[in-house]
């Protein structure tokens, strides 16, 4: 059986030599501009104005951000800057101090060390090692904030 090709009746199409160029009001990309603009470093003064609104020691800090207590004494001496994990995590923290400090005031530690009904027999300070366990901190904290026993 012969094969039959059937020549291309379709026309070609001619390659533009036009570029696209964007006006002057345009972004040049589709990155949102937030995202384009320069990152300051985090560094440990970034990280001591968080520490101090809290209740946390620098031993605590150091199971909270999974380092030995000598790399933030390092870090403090060499006001060196923090990786985007342990960045993320301190923000997170943030957030849980902030919302911590608005609700129970000074009484914020002693709340960390109690034993509250939604986690019993846990410690809130048990839970503060992972991004889960602060996350439910403050969706416990939330939760008591609208009068929903927790």
């Known amino acids: 059986m012969p094969s039959s090709k059937r020549p291309n009746t379709q026309p070609q199409k001619k390659e533009s030599t036009k570029k696209f160029v964007p006006s002057k009001n345009a972004p040049s990309d589709s990155t949102p501009i937030h995202l384009n603009a320069p990152k300051k470093p985090f560094t440990y003064q970034d990280f001591k104005l968080i520490a101090e609104k809290g209740p946390f020691t620098i031993v605590e800090w150091g199971q909270i951000l999974h380092m030995s207590e000598r790399t933030i004494h390092r870090y403090a001496i060499e006001n060196a800057e923090f990786n985007g994990l342990h ?9 849980l101090i902030d919302k911590g400090n608005k609700l129970f005031g000074n009484g914020f530690k002693t709340w960390l060390r109690s034993k509250p009904v939604a986690l019993h027999p846990i410690q809130p300070k048990e839970l503060i090692t992972s991004y889960d366990g602060i996350q439910e901190l403050i969706d416990i904290i939330g939760r008591i904030e609208h009068g929903i026993l927790s």
Not at 87 to 95: A, C, D, F, G
């Open 87 to 95: 960045i993320e995590r301190v923000l997170h923290v943030e957030k």
